[in-house]
């Protein structure tokens, strides 16, 4: 088995994710979000680029959901803190999401044969669903601007960790999985802080979301692995 | 002081080197050879991109210098070992050099104010040069075939931990540039090893070039700095 971890959306060729587990991350906040919502009973999550798309596919009882530069989009029901999406609104509903870089991630990975939602709250669990399926893996680091992101790194370096583990064989890992499972092991014990000095956790906290991160810094808190079935993020069942 | 890693030619973008120094890194081996090259006496390299090019800027008396898959170019003078850079026959000679990702991202760099060949070998004199002309920095790792390479991603974070020292106020970093210092720091202690274990350094073991690593594995054996004037590589002289 190999693993590629891949810095930003802008660097995934679709061809490369022909036949792989594709693990999409974006800790700050588009998969922790995910995580939570179905953890707490929405029925599905569908994403989508754009707010037109959004309204395009909304039916009633439906929500909406979503950010631009981290702020709620007019008319929307939920924004995106985590926190939202613990709410007994979201039991039974089915949430449209669309924010700037985790969905844009996921539309992105069509090609992939399993494509998974992954955060830190659920990193352990997504290794062990991405073992058993046991297909080359993709750690897609959902980024922001087309740019590498510290958390969606250190999430990858977890997911490494727990691969590793988990594996019979240690899988072939490539540079930049080397490079953020020694700064994941490096910054274990102080995860919280390194997500609050980070680009994104620094602008969070600007804007008080302080929380959030505190949330989202959350190692392996939940065994739910979202997983996109047509077009729709639903819980994983591995055979 | 802002200070930005890049993880590979691709990701750079000519209009974000506008007005900054451009430190060009392509450990194993292209700015390695430049460095040393230029420390045993050859009198200027031109970097070019393709072996087409390098023939055309040929002139009575040059070399031509370069690689295709880690091999020496048919017909040509110096293939990619550091060795070969150190020989008497360079001594006053020009070279005109080709290899496949560090002389594209000396090509690519052609916006910046200052461009810098840096290399484990003299990071700690490129990032005093840099800091002495006090404009945002720029660490271009080149990267193989458009993918993050680690031997480029360690020398940047220890040019990182150089500019840390010698500047008054500290700068601030990205996050790539952050993830890039913690693994240096981790690893300074066997930089060898983590030369040899990376993608490219497989490679080269495989292929019998065990010695270069090592030699290119030596940080801050000397104190040249190499930078780009008028389309040739020269020692910069920082006022």
Request: hydrophobic share 40%.
């Amino acid at each position: 088995m190999h693993v590629d971890a891949i810095s930003n959306v802008t660097e995934a060729r679709a061809e490369d994710l022909v036949n792989k587990t594709v693990l999409v991350i974006d800790v700050l906040r588009a998969t922790s979000n995910i995580v939570t919502g179905l953890v707490n009973g929405c029925c599905g999550i569908i994403p989508v680029e754009t707010i037109e798309q959004a309204n395009e596919v909304w039916q009633s009882g439906d929500l909406l959901a979503g950010e631009r530069n981290c702020t709620l989009i007019a008319g929307f029901d939920l924004s995106n803190s985590p926190f939202e999406y613990m709410s007994p609104m979201i039991q039974g509903k089915r949430i449209i999401m669309t924010t700037t870089n985790g969905t844009r991630a996921l539309q992105k990975s069509q090609m992939a044969d399993t494509i998974i939602a992954c955060s830190l709250i659920n990193a352990q669990a997504c290794a062990k669903a991405a073992a058993k399926l046991n297909q080359d893996i993709i750690l897609l680091c959902s980024g922001t601007n087309e740019r590498f992101c510290l958390e969606d790194g250190l999430c990858a370096g977890l997911v490494i960790e727990e691969l590793i583990k988990c594996c019979d064989t240690p899988p072939s890992i490539n540079d930049l999985g080397m490079l953020l499972r020694a700064c994941f092991a490096q910054q274990k014990d102080h995860i919280t802080d390194a997500l609050k000095e980070c680009s994104t956790g620094k602008r969070l906290c600007s804007l008080g979301f302080w929380e959030d991160i505190q949330f989202c810094a959350q190692m392996n808190l939940y065994t739910l692995v979202p997983a996109l079935q047509q077009g729709i993020l639903v819980p994983l069942t591995v055979r």
